[in-house]
């Protein structure tokens, strides 16, 4: 995997999870500028996979299970767009903090798929 590219996403995964934080805090819902947040984060975890996708058919091998690494890439594309979607339905402080998670939740499965294919 591309570090930098790993790095990206985890940084403005938690910049979006500040930013829907602290929109929660103020007691607001999410709001179009947020969901722009979110497609950015989610464009750079769709460039993850490509280049995931691309190093698997190129030969290169993760360092643990080849379906483990392909379900966490899944996993962390549908992260944002799933966090987003379920605040549409609740358009209080609450969707707000549901993206906050989602994004926090982004992160970690970054951190994880750089542990995967071994780093």
């Known amino acids: 995997m591309l570090v930098a590219l790993t790095v990206a996403v985890s940084v403005t995964a938690l910049v979006l999870a500040a930013w829907c ?4 805090y103020r007691d607001q819902p999410t709001k179009d500028w947020h969901f722009i947040g979110m497609a950015v984060v989610s464009l ?5 996979l490509g280049v995931g996708i691309f190093r698997l058919a190129g030969g290169d ?5 080849t379906v483990i690494f392909v379900s966490y890439l899944l996993g962390a594309l549908l992260a944002v767009p799933a966090a987003g ?11 707000s903090a549901t993206v906050a ?9 970054e951190v994880r798929l750089h542990d995967i294919w071994g780093g």
């Open 61 to 65: 091998r993760p360092a643990d299970s």
């Open 44 to 48: 750079l975890a769709l460039a993850q």
């Open 101 to 109: 998670a989602g994004a926090v939740v982004l992160a970690v499965l």
């Open 85 to 95: 979607f379920l605040s549409l339905g609740e358009r209080t402080r609450w969707g």
């Open 21 to 24: 934080g602290h929109a929660a």
